[in-house]
């Protein structure tokens, strides 16, 4: 079968080829009626645009670095799920790696020395990097930033509001009529920002109700594993004061792993000890009991990093750059409310 030419296209909707790549490419504007013609000629015909050619054509590679902190934490998983798919509409290929939060390999990765040659852009979850890090980058490949590690950064940015998300799961508990709420999962270091955003959202929901913050029921964890969250529960029950009677977990792996250690000391989730996890993924919507939790639009992330990148990189974008925030919102199961 021969393959589908431009030319093909625009016979087949009677237009120019400019206007063909025009529509194909988002090269420039074009009227609707003009636009939908040639797309159905495109879907008609089954024409493929040679993506190869065209990034050669630009100087680019056609694929987009996503760079996380940890690939088996299930959050950025599903985040880069989202945004593969994002990046394939408009033609990129992403190419996924881990930094484990360690600064070097961080620097290493947004430096244009080492992202040039493989990748047109990055979008980057970073722990580690200071202002400083980021000042010594010459900009020249567009970086977008998600999370809450870099402020005023002169890159763009993607982010949830912690702070808000955090008050909202603790008002959940404080409504249920929990008097004794932990909060697992405080980072008190560096590179622990949105871990502290977090607690401030548990401490703000408690003084909205002009309730004192029992600061031993703040437990600090290393990481957002599932063995963290278990050693943590496990501390909280031997808790000289008395165990809690709710706990606000900072994500996901968290939260079952407290759910674990409270069933295996024979304890009760909801009845005896309420759980909220962060994170919404697509393991704590099956778990026994299901999760309540903060759900980020993962969706939404995905789609405004890969709409910055790929903007800055057609130049169709020239403005500063943006902090943009997206939704989150507080899914209610039975870890809180039973069955």
Not at 131 to 149: I, K, S, T, W, Y
Not at 265 to 283: C, K, N
Request: net charge negative.
């Amino acid at each position: 079968m021969a393959t589908t030419r431009l030319r093909d296209v625009a016979e087949r909707a009677g237009v120019s080829i400019r206007t063909v790549s025009n529509v194909v490419n988002g090269y420039a504007p074009v009227a609707e009626e003009t636009r939908l013609r040639v797309e159905k000629a495109v879907a008609e015909l089954g024409y493929r645009p040679n993506l190869l050619a065209r990034n050669l054509k630009r100087g680019r590679t056609g694929m987009l670095a996503l760079v996380v902190p940890e690939l088996d934490v299930p959050y950025f998983s599903e985040l880069a799920r989202a945004v593969i798919a994002e990046a394939r509409t408009r033609g990129y290929t992403v190419v996924i790696d881990q930094t484990d939060g360690e600064p070097d390999r961080e620097r290493e990765l947004i430096m244009r020395g080492a992202s040039a040659a493989r990748f047109d852009g990055v979008i980057l979850s970073p722990l580690s990097l200071s202002q400083a890090d980021l000042a010594q980058r010459d900009g020249a490949d567009p970086l977008v930033l998600l999370g809450e590690r870099i402020a005023e950064s002169q890159y763009d940015h993607v982010a949830i509001d912690n702070v808000a998300a955090a008050y909202a799961a603790t008002e959940h508990l404080l409504d249920l009529g929990r008097t004794r709420i932990a909060a697992v999962g405080d980072q008190p270091y560096d590179t622990g920002e949105t871990a502290q955003l977090r607690t401030r959202g548990y401490r703000d929901a408690h003084a909205a109700r002009g309730l004192a913050v029992d600061e031993s029921l703040i437990v600090a964890t290393p990481r957002f594993h599932l063995s963290d969250g278990a050693a943590a529960m496990a501390a909280l029950l031997d808790h000289p004061g008395g165990p809690p009677d709710a706990v606000f977990c900072y994500n996901d792996l968290l939260a079952l792993g407290a759910i674990r250690t409270l069933l295996t000391r024979g304890l009760r989730v909801p009845e005896d000890v309420a759980v909220v996890g962060f994170d919404d993924i697509e393991t704590g919507r099956y778990n026994t009991p299901t999760l309540t939790t903060v759900s980020p639009d993962k969706a939404t992330i995905a789609r405004l990093a890969v709409e910055r990148i790929t903007g800055r990189l057609d130049d169709a974008l020239k403005d500063p750059p943006v902090e943009l925030w997206a939704p989150h919102q507080l899914v209610v199961r039975e870890s809180t409310v039973g069955r």
